[in-house]
C-alpha cells in the first residue's frame, strides 16, 4: 500500500514536469539541424552523392521527435478513463494486425486466450494503448527474435481470514499478461521500471513513459500492473483489471487458440 502511495505521488510530481523531457527532444532537433546544415554545404559544393542519407537521417529524427511529443502529451493530458465493459478476448483479436506489423518476421506472436474470460470494466482505448506498449517493449527485448505471448485469464483473491471471505470478500479479476524469452531485467531495473522518464534505450528510442502510464491506468482502473523478469530468459508484464460485476459466466481453463498468421 506504502508502495502504492508512493509510486502515485510521484506520478502526480512527473505530471507537471512533463517538460524535461524538452531534452531529449532538443537532441533530436540537433541532429535534424546538423543533417540538414550538411546538406547544404554538400549541395553549395556540388556534391550531391550522400544527400539521400542526410534526408533519411534528418526524417528519422523528425519522426521520433514527433513520437517523443505525441506521447508525452499523451502522458501530460491524462484524459479522463471511460471504463466501459470490456471483453478483452475481441479487444485482443482486433489488433492481431496491428500487433503482426509491429513485430518482426522473427518473433512468434502467440495468444493463449481463456475462452470463457469475465468481461472486464476498463477504458478500451487505453488497454489497446497498454498491450501495444508491451508487445513494443517485448520486441525491443528480443532482437535476434523469440516468442512473444499475450496470454488472458480469470483470477480470483481470496481474504485469507474466514471471517472476510464469510462477508464475500473476494476480489475477482482479469489477468493479461505479456511475455517475451528477450534479454530480461536485473532486480535493479525492475525496481525502477515503472518510474516515469526511466529508460534505458538509447536516446529518442525510449521516452521511459510506456510502463508508468501502464501502471497509472491498472491503478486507476483499480487493478494492478506487476512485472517479473529473470535475466537472460525474459520478461512477463501483468496487468490485472477488475472483473464487472454485473454479468457472470462460468470459468473454463485457458487453452491456447494459437500463432497469429501473419499476414
Ligand atoms: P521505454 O520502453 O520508452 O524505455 P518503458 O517505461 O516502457 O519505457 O520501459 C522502461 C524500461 O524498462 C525500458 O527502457 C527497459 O529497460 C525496461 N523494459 C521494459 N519492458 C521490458 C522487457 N519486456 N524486457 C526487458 N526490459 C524491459
Known sequence: MGEDLRQSQKMEAVGQLTG?????FNNLLTGIVG???LMQTRMRQGRTENLQRYIETAMASANRAAALTHRLLAFARRQPLDPKPTDVNA???GMSDLLRRTTSEAIELRVLSEPALWPTLCDPHQLENAILNLVINARDAMPNGGVLTIATTNGRHEAKDPDLRNLGLTSEYVCISVSDTGTGMPPEVV???FDPFFTTKPLGQGTGLGLSMIYGFARQSEGQAHIESVVGRGTTVTIRLPRNAASHVEVAPATEIGELPRG
Open 20 to 24: 524535461g523531457i524538452a531534452h531529449d
Open 35 to 37: 543533417s540538414l546544415d
Open 191 to 193: 525496481a525502477r521500471a
Open 91 to 93: 479487444l485482443i483479436g
